[in-house]
């Protein structure tokens, strides 16, 4: 009986011990780290915190055992306490970016101290991670977007005018070019041969200062306003303004609508479909005739719309370079190398995808996902 006794006091002094060494090296943690930390029980009480945590609380040792909301703070509009009440309550892990009085940034994360047996918090440990120098890095990176923006928005208003102009000129100098050849009886191939030149690199000019115009307004996150669309409806749109292309070539256009309707910007909806079956008629060999099958489906909740075509196709390495902006892979071909830069940012400023699966000689395929509404 004696030595049972012995041997439950000496086990009991064992953990007594074990308990002591573990909390002087929870103490020396608390001290000697550079993490601002803090423990809030569910009673909202401050059981501990490191020394770094006095940047954003007037805290001495004395605090210790008092209540959170007695605390004075440095945090700009603080809702700290509140901000660990919902913490306790719903058991969630809160982030929050908080700035303190001295204008530094900080990463505020309150995780829930869980009661496994009972799932519950019995507190919360609060660390904050000084985001100044990325929040810094973020304005100028923001301020140079804006700057690129007006940028491109101004050169593309301001080139319209002379544009208009010179489009104004050429069709005077076509008109008395006519004039003259009638007079004279002859055609001078070579004068129509520059006036078509010149036709086509207005034609080409104004496309690209349509398209910086978009670039502004995509990259600026402008949100067109959204409208129940028929697919049909603006596939139908496209093709007749592809119709030459089309007629040209004798491509095949198939359609596969197993997903009818959605709302979407009409706009964007048409230049996504634009950009894409005109890639699918471009880029073929030559002397195909090209086929091309659209189809709309729902899949995980997204609407799917593919073009497919039997083109050139596009290798793994050049892939990537796909949706870069003004980037073209083939320069035979006739284009500004803005299309897919702008369907990509269509798509991904409604927090869509698009991908592309490819082989070359035998044709690719655009996937674009869009957030269903119904």
Do not use: C
């Not at 700290?80 to 908080?98: A, P, R, W």
């Not at 593309?156 to 104004?168: C, F, M, R, Y």
């Amino acid at each position: 009986m004696i030595l049972l006794y012995l041997t439950v006091e000496k086990s009991s002094n064992q953990q007594i011990k074990e308990l002591i060494e573990l909390n002087e090296e929870l103490e020396n943690y608390f001290s000697n780290t550079i993490i601002p930390q803090l423990f809030v029980d569910a009673n909202l009480i401050l059981r501990k915190f490191t020394p770094p945590a006095m940047k954003q609380f007037s805290f001495s040792p004395d605090h210790i055992g008092r209540p959170i909301a007695e605390m004075v703070d440095h945090i700009r509009y603080s809702t700290i306490t509140e901000n660990i009440q919902q913490v306790i309550d719903t058991g969630q892990i809160l982030e929050k970016e908080i700035q303190t009085t001295d204008l530094r940034w900080f990463q505020m994360n309150i995780i829930p101290y869980l009661i496994k047996k009972h799932n519950k918090a019995n507190g919360v440990i609060i660390t904050f991670v000084d985001i100044t120098d990325r929040i810094k890095t973020l304005r100028e990176v923001e301020k140079l977007n804006a700057s690129h923006e007006t940028f491109i928005y101004s050169v593309s208003h301001d080139l319209k005018v002379p544009l208009a102009n010179i489009e104004g000129l050429v069709e005077l100098l076509m008109v008395t070019s006519r004039e003259l050849m009638a007079e004279e009886g002859k055609e001078n191939q070579e004068q129509k041969n520059i006036a078509d030149f010149l036709v086509q690199s207005i034609k080409t000019m104004r496309t690209i200062i349509n398209d910086l115009s978009e670039i502004a307004k995509i990259e600026g996150n402008y949100q067109e306003k959204g409208e129940k669309l028929r697919f049909a409806d603006i596939i139908q749109e496209v093709v007749w303004t592809l119709q030459d292309k089309i007629h040209e070539s004798q491509a095949q256009i198939q359609l596969d609508i197993q997903e009818p309707v959605m709302e979407f910007s009409r706009k964007n909806l048409r230049s996504i479909l634009y950009n894409l079956l005109s890639n699918a008629l471009k880029y073929q060999p030559p002397g195909q005739v090209p086929v091309i099958r659209i189809k709309t489906e729902k899949n995980n909740g997204m609407v799917q719309l593919a073009v497919k075509d039997n083109g050139v196709g596009i290798t793994a390495e050049k892939k990537e370079l796909l949706f870069t902006r003004f980037t073209r892979l083939q320069t035979d071909r006739e284009g500004t190398g803005i299309g897919l830069y702008l369907v990509k940012k269509i798509v991904e400023n409604v927090g869509g995808e698009i991908r592309v699966e490819s082989t070359p000689g035998e044709g690719s395929e655009f996937i674009v996902s869009l957030q269903a509404t119904a």
